[in-house]
């Protein structure tokens, strides 16, 4: 027996964490897709040190950290369970919309892309020249600005679940596709202005970067609230689990809200993390051209301030 349409067996075994994270293939959409992310970004790399130039190992651990996680929800069993089971769909859709886009936005695939990409000739416009031309964009300054970010954000949960939306995607393959990219992009999206690692239109300073991720949280926590209290199931999708899996609706449906409230928090630690770590280094960076300057020209500017206080002095003698 199928369900929705996408040729997936309903009579599948008790769910267990082995039979969750055993290969399966997947989605052969998101097996290739994370193929040809990994792929670029090694050449990428690869293009950087035959030239001499170095690059983050870390940044290269990042990223490939990243894919593996879309590659872990999607193309493994769980693929297959969240297709009935509301609960291990939730682990999908927070995994793709919360910590694939910060694990590969820390890898700074942008930044990577415009250096590895050559230069075009002078009057010719290349990919490079493209990518910069996008960037600096008035179209990716609205989408990644937070009165459209954080909107989205919230959307793509409330206007997903709480709306025949999400049992409409289900029943086709395609729509199933649609809604899982949909997650991994309003994910990127929402933190890509945040992270701050990579050049983009939106780039505010750290106290407004951790004001924003604060303020997408709380959401989270609250969906997740509501459909822990919810007091019947919300979704026709998994309103009958095949009976194989030998679970109740409305108690996977509470299990799939507390996933979302605990979820919430994970992001936000991280990219804390990532943001301290971020100023930290700046203030350093700045110290240290600081320090430079000073070397060059005699500190020229504690000189002239120390004149002045003896102009000062000098007055008051007077």
């Not at 303020?215 to 209290?229: L, Q, S, T, Y």
Request: hydrophobic letters at 50%; aromatic letters at 10%.
């Amino acid at each position: 027996m199928d369900h929705g349409g996408h040729g997936m067996h309903m009579d599948l075994p008790p769910f267990t964490l082995g039979r969750g994270l055993s290969f399966s293939g997947g989605d052969p959409f998101f097996l290739i897709g994370c193929l040809v992310a990994l792929v670029l970004y090694g050449w990428g790399v690869l293009r950087l040190r035959r030239r001499g130039d170095s690059w983050s190992p870390g940044r290269t651990v990042a990223f490939v950290t990243g894919v593996l996680t879309v590659a872990l929800v999607m193309c493994t069993g769980l693929n297959d369970y969240g297709m009935v089971m509301f609960s291990v769909h939730m682990v999908q859709h927070m995994v793709l919309s919360m910590l694939s886009p910060i694990l590969i936005l820390l890898g700074a695939p942008v930044t990577l892309t415009l250096r590895a990409l050559p230069a075009a000739e002078r009057g010719r416009t290349g990919p490079r020249e493209l990518l910069v031309k996008l960037l600096h964009s008035r179209y990716l300054r609205i989408i990644t600005h937070p009165a459209f970010t954080l909107p989205l954000f919230i959307a793509s949960l409330y206007g997903l679940y709480f709306s025949p939306i999400f049992d409409s995607l289900m029943q086709t393959r395609t729509g199933h596709i649609a809604m899982m990219v949909h997650f991994l992009l309003v994910g990127l999206l929402f933190f890509w202005p945040i992270m701050g690692v990579d050049p983009g239109p939106h780039r505010p300073g750290y106290v407004m970067r951790m004001l924003e991720l604060f303020a997408g949280m709380p959401f989270h926590a609250f969906f997740g609230i509501a459909v822990m209290m919810a007091s019947e199931p919300m979704l026709t999708t998994f309103e009958h689990p095949p009976a194989s899996l030998g679970i109740d609706a409305l108690g996977d449906q509470t299990a799939a809200g507390g996933i979302a409230w605990a979820f919430s928090e994970i992001p936000s630690v991280v990219v804390l993390v990532a943001l301290l770590f971020q100023w930290y280094t700046s203030e350093q960076r700045q110290a240290r051209r600081g320090d430079r300057a000073a070397d060059r020209d005699g500190d020229a500017e504690l000189v002239a301030y120390n004149a002045y206080l003896a102009s000062l002095e000098a007055r008051g003698r007077g």
